[in-house]
Each structure stands twice: as C-alpha cells, then as structure tokens.
Nanobody
Framework: QVQLQESGGGSVQAGGSLRLSCEAS?????MGWFRQSPGKEREGVAI??????????ADPVKGRFTISQDNAKHKNIVYLKMNSLKSEDTALYYC???????????????????WGQGTQVTVSS
C-alpha cells in the first residue's frame, strides 16, 4: 500500500502562485495531481512518468502549472508549481500514484491506484 502525503495548499489571490508537494511512501512509475471542485467531477491536472521524466498537462493549466519530481536518491516527492492562478483553479487537489502500463502514464483517474487525502487550493478574484 502506497501512502501519499500532500502539503502546500492554501488561499491566494488571482494571479498569485502556490506550490504543492506530495511525498509517497514507495516508488511508483506514475504520479500526478487531480482536482475536484464542488459539483464537478474530478479532473486530471498534470502527471509525470517518473522513469523517463515526461509530463502531461490538462489544457486549462498548460503554460501556468509545472509538475516536477525530486530526483535525489530514495526521494519519492513530486511538486506542482502553480502560477497565474485563476478563480477557476479553486478545488481540492489530490495527489495520485500508480504503475506504468507498457511504459506509459495517462492523465486518467483509472490509471492511478493510490490517492492522497487532498489539499485545498482557494483562489480569490
């Protein structure tokens, strides 16, 4: 069982920045961030294939958010740097982890087996 611990959420004004962190208790090939706003389905934000260090972003966050990993030995941490935040970015952000399939990761809920508790991001306009 992989445990995930998120941190870094908070409240910020539109145009501001936040950085989320997620530490996993065990190494997995795929890690990512998803978010859910009240009344909406959970959606993918960004994922990273930790083996080849490739990333995928959802269209609404491209150019504003950056997912990265800590490459230090024995570290299982991914970050989500969020710039130019908008009110529509307000959501509960979940860290997720799972294995690669045929070497790839996909920005889909079903790809990920393990989920964190979520960290709230609130952007005020």
């Amino acid at each position: 069982q992989v445990q995930l611990q998120e941190s870094g959420g908070g409240s910020v004004q539109a145009g501001g920045s936040l950085r989320l962190s997620c530490e996993a208790s065990y190494t997995t090939g795929c890690m990512g961030w998803f978010r859910q706003s009240p009344g909406k389905e959970r959606e993918g934000v960004a994922i990273i294939n930790r083996v080849v260090d490739s990333t995928i972003y959802a269209d609404p966050v491209k150019g504003r958010f950056t997912i990265s990993q800590d490459n230090a030995k024995h570290k299982n941490i991914v970050y989500l740097k969020m710039n130019s935040l908008k009110s529509e970015d307000t959501a509960l952000y979940y860290c997720a982890a799972g294995g690669r399939r045929a070497g790839i990761c996909a920005i889909e809920d079903s790809w990920f087996e393990y989920w964190g508790q979520g960290t709230q991001v609130t952007v005020s306009s």
